[in-house]
């Protein structure tokens, strides 16, 4: 008898703790917001998403004198949705943008940066989140490893998309988006329970 209850509460404890990470884990949702700054509170986690207004632009991996511009013509621009919009890009033209994550939890906390990449260029291009490349998958999401991040913590990050420069010609002129969004859930859930967390709310 004993036993058959310490079982019962056992998976009462269990069900409990996987509600927990369900609320704990949330999506940065993005507002139109002029400042750029995001609030994110679910389930006692809470962070900040601040992105700078400049879009830097490189061209054969030397900056460019106007930022937003490729060296060529083309441009690149965030919008309010925090899209990345690039135009008119030739091989070796790479756009940068740098984002800000402030932990305002009581609680470490975990986070995730994913591109949604579109357009005629989503296949082909590259993306790096500070400084690491970042494989896409075959719907063309660039998604990074998990990162912990303390209370009152503050990670700035650069994320780049870059249209190789090994790219074909067939590829000349065309453009391409990139969706930045940031995830974050509870720091002492495992990578995979947040990843499951979030593939349930897709």
């Not at 019962?8 to 400042?35: E, M, N, R, W």
């Not at 305002?104 to 260029?121: C, F, N, P, Q, W």
């Not at 494989?135 to 991040?149: P, Q, V, Y």
């Amino acid at each position: 008898m004993k036993s058959r209850k310490s079982a019962i509460l056992l998976a009462a404890t269990a069900i409990a703790l996987s509600i927990c990470l369900l609320v704990g884990a949330t999506y940065a949702l993005f507002g139109q917001k002029t400042d750029r700054t995001v609030e994110v509170t679910s389930g006692g986690v809470s962070a900040e998403v601040e992105f700078e207004e400049s879009v830097k632009t490189y061209s054969m991996g030397e900056i460019t004198a106007t930022a937003g511009t490729f060296e060529l013509g083309g441009t690149a621009v965030l919008d309010d949705n925090n899209v990345l919009v690039m135009s008119g890009v030739m091989p070796g033209d790479k756009a940068e943008i740098v984002l800000y994550i402030k932990n305002t939890s009581s609680i470490k906390i975990k986070y995730r940066v994913d591109a949604m990449l579109g357009g005629e260029l989503a296949a082909v291009f590259v993306v790096t989140v500070d400084g690491k490349a970042v494989n896409a998958s075959e719907d063309h999401t660039a998604i990074t490893g998990w990162t912990e991040l303390e209370v009152e913590g503050i990670k700035k990050l650069a994320v780049t998309v870059e249209l190789p420069a090994s790219a074909g010609n067939e590829f000349m002129k065309k453009s391409g988006e990139a969706k930045i969004s940031v995830r974050i859930g509870q720091g002492n859930a495992s990578d995979e329970e947040l990843d499951n967390a979030f593939s349930k709310e897709s």
